[in-house]
């Protein structure tokens, strides 16, 4: 009788909390949109955006150095695996930003408890994702290099690559998950939008952290013979991947993500590859460009990331997944403007407010990568860094980011009108464009300078 009474209390306790939840999120959407600031997004995002790009020119640096480690000499195929990982780390990381800075707009990140919960679930799904995409990247990476070249074939090569991809993705997954958890909580509590200063911090540690765990992990398990990574590898599918799983099932949050989620994830790890291909292909005849393909793929992200993470909350915040808002509907999305201009569709306050963001995140990008490239330059030499070179690399560089502002702003309202949660979605292919329209561009540049010379 005890335990039936304990039971019926717990019940209710889940049920008043529940309603508690509802009541908060109600009163959220209830406010009345307010248009913001340039000025506003400007403060917010530039300090946070300027950390996350002296972060990515130090990645930069790292893989300019591995380069010429002997694994990455004995294993070319760790460079097609390069904007995979990072890619996956901007799935993964910039997805649970995105995610959680929803949740917290919300107000179902207010107390520890609620922080504690949604935080370990989410946690645990990214590990679960990390696992199993880290393993089909270096698939991919293997089957990519070795079609072209079967005598390079070699199994144990190529379960030391699957361990060193699993080990890196899991550990920088679980590394930028805890800070992404406190960042947002944080930021909550401080009155700071998440959705502006979240998705920059996991990138402004995000590359450094992925590629320099790579090369140490490929490093020692080149060293250590198969029988260790066949062992790390049964420890993560037997045993760790199993406990995030179910972590992961338990809660309402993450458990529809953990069967209906892999989508973008996985297409995104094969378009990301497919930019890790263009690498493998020109680091050799132009190996000056790895100090800059983190930088400016990573910024491309971090941009779209954050105008991506801004209007899945707003449409969050206003509306019922499945439906757009009437004043969006009556907007022509198609149109370039309506993603840049205030004035194209002012009769609707969010797409406004987007407009002034996607504009100043466009402002960011010269600036920022002009601060970018002379850190590169001071640490490196100015050699490659001309004037013709510049002017090239920076109109890539506005061309790719406006680019995929545009797309974001088109793919986030589809989504969302489709009955698909963009938080989930979105960010994964807008990241995994951003690396292989990156790569690709970059390659031209260098190809252009090439061929003036």
Request: glycine letters at 8%.
């Given at each position: 009788?005890?335990?039936?009474?304990?039971?019926?209390?717990?019940?209710?306790?889940?049920?008043?909390?529940?309603?508690?939840?509802?009541?908060?999120?109600?009163?959220?959407?209830?406010?009345?949109?307010?248009?913001?600031?340039?000025?506003s997004?400007?403060?917010?995002?530039?300090?946070p955006?300027?950390?996350?790009?002296?972060?990515?020119?130090?990645?930069?640096?790292?893989?300019?150095?591995?380069?010429?480690?002997?694994?990455?000499?004995?294993?070319?195929?760790?460079?097609?695996?390069?904007?995979?990982?990072?890619?996956?780390?901007?799935?993964?990381?910039?997805?649970?930003?995105?995610?959680?800075s929803?949740?917290?707009?919300l107000?179902?990140?207010?107390?520890?408890?609620?922080?504690?919960?949604?935080?370990?679930?989410?946690?645990?799904?990214?590990?679960?994702?990390?696992?199993?995409?880290?393993?089909?990247?270096?698939?991919?990476?293997?089957?990519?290099?070795?079609?072209?070249?079967?005598?390079?074939?070699?199994?144990?090569?190529?379960?030391?690559?699957?361990?060193?991809?699993?080990?890196?993705?899991?550990?920088?997954?679980?590394?930028?998950?805890?800070?992404?958890?406190?960042?947002?909580?944080?930021?909550?509590?401080?009155?700071?939008?998440?959705?502006?200063?979240?998705?920059?911090?996991?990138?402004?540690?995000?590359?450094?952290?992925?590629?320099?765990?790579?090369?140490?992990?490929?490093?020692?398990?080149?060293?250590?013979?198969?029988?260790?990574?066949?062992?790390?590898?049964?420890?993560?599918?037997?045993?760790?991947?199993?406990?995030?799983?179910?972590?992961?099932?338990?809660?309402?949050?993450?458990?529809?993500?953990?069967?209906?989620?892999?989508?973008?994830?996985?297409?995104?790890?094969?378009?990301?590859?497919?930019?890790?291909?263009?690498?493998?292909?020109?680091?050799?005849?132009?190996?000056?460009?790895?100090?800059?393909?983190?930088?400016?793929?990573?910024?491309?992200?971090?941009?779209?990331?954050?105008?991506?993470?801004?209007?899945?909350?707003?449409?969050?915040?206003?509306?019922?997944?499945?439906?757009?808002?009437?004043d969006?509907?009556?907007?022509?999305?198609?149109?370039?403007?309506?993603?840049?201009?205030?004035?194209?569709?002012?009769?609707?306050?969010?797409?406004?407010?987007?407009?002034?963001?996607?504009?100043v995140?466009?402002?960011?990008?010269?600036?920022?990568?002009?601060?970018?490239n002379?850190?590169?330059?001071?640490?490196?030499?100015?050699?490659?860094?001309?004037?013709?070179?510049?002017?090239?690399?920076?109109?890539?560089?506005?061309?790719?980011?406006?680019s995929?502002l545009?797309?974001?702003?088109?793919?986030?309202?589809?989504?969302?009108?489709?009955?698909?949660?963009?938080?989930?979605?979105?960010?994964?292919?807008?990241?995994?464009?951003?690396?292989?329209?990156?790569?690709?561009?970059?390659?031209?540049?260098?190809?252009?300078?090439?061929?003036?010379?």
């Amino acid at each position: 009788m005890e335990k039936e009474s304990d039971g019926v209390r717990q019940r209710k306790g889940q049920k008043e909390e529940e309603e508690e939840m509802v009541l908060s999120r109600k009163s959220v959407e209830g406010k009345e949109e307010t248009a913001e600031s340039w000025q506003s997004v400007l403060v917010q995002v530039t300090p946070p955006y300027l950390c996350a790009g002296l972060g990515m020119v130090g990645a930069g640096l790292v893989l300019d150095s591995v380069q010429y480690w002997p694994v990455f000499l004995s294993l070319p195929e760790l460079f097609i695996m390069v904007p995979a990982l990072i890619g996956l780390k901007g799935n993964l990381e910039m997805t649970l930003a995105s995610r959680l800075s929803t949740h917290a707009n919300l107000g179902d990140l207010d107390t520890l408890d609620q922080i504690v919960i949604m935080g370990s679930a989410n946690l645990a799904l990214i590990q679960v994702q990390g696992v199993v995409v880290g393993a089909l990247a270096s698939v991919i990476a293997m089957l990519m290099a070795w079609v072209g070249d079967p005598d390079r074939v070699d199994i144990a090569r190529g379960l030391g690559m699957c361990a060193s991809s699993v080990v890196t993705a899991s550990a920088a997954s679980f590394i930028l998950g805890i800070i992404m958890v406190i960042v947002i909580a944080a930021s909550r509590r401080y009155s700071v939008n998440p959705d502006n200063v979240a998705t920059p911090i996991a990138a402004a540690l995000g590359d450094l952290v992925t590629l320099s765990l790579l090369a140490f992990v490929a490093t020692f398990l080149n060293n250590s013979g198969v029988l260790l990574a066949v062992a790390i590898l049964s420890g993560y599918f037997i045993i760790i991947t199993p406990f995030c799983y179910e972590k992961a099932k338990k809660n309402v949050n993450t458990s529809d993500i953990l069967y209906n989620g892999w989508t973008p994830v996985l297409s995104a790890m094969v378009i990301s590859s497919m930019g890790g291909k263009i690498l493998n292909n020109v680091i050799m005849k132009f190996p000056d460009i790895a100090v800059f393909q983190p930088v400016i793929n990573g910024v491309a992200g971090n941009l779209v990331g954050i105008q991506a993470s801004r209007i899945s909350t707003d449409l969050h915040k206003t509306s019922k997944l499945g439906k757009l808002p009437d004043d969006i509907t009556t907007c022509n999305l198609l149109n370039p403007l309506s993603t840049f201009s205030v004035s194209c569709c002012s009769f609707s306050t969010m797409l406004s407010n987007n407009a002034t963001a996607a504009m100043v995140l466009l402002f960011l990008v010269v600036p920022g990568h002009l601060v970018f490239n002379m850190a590169i330059g001071i640490s490196q030499g100015f050699g490659v860094i001309t004037a013709f070179f510049l002017f090239l690399y920076l109109f890539a560089a506005v061309l790719q980011v406006g680019s995929l502002l545009h797309i974001a702003n088109i793919m986030v309202h589809s989504m969302w009108s489709r009955g698909v949660n963009p938080d989930n979605s979105a960010i994964p292919y807008l990241t995994a464009m951003g690396d292989l329209l990156g790569g690709a561009f970059l390659a031209a540049v260098f190809q252009i300078i090439d061929w003036t010379d």
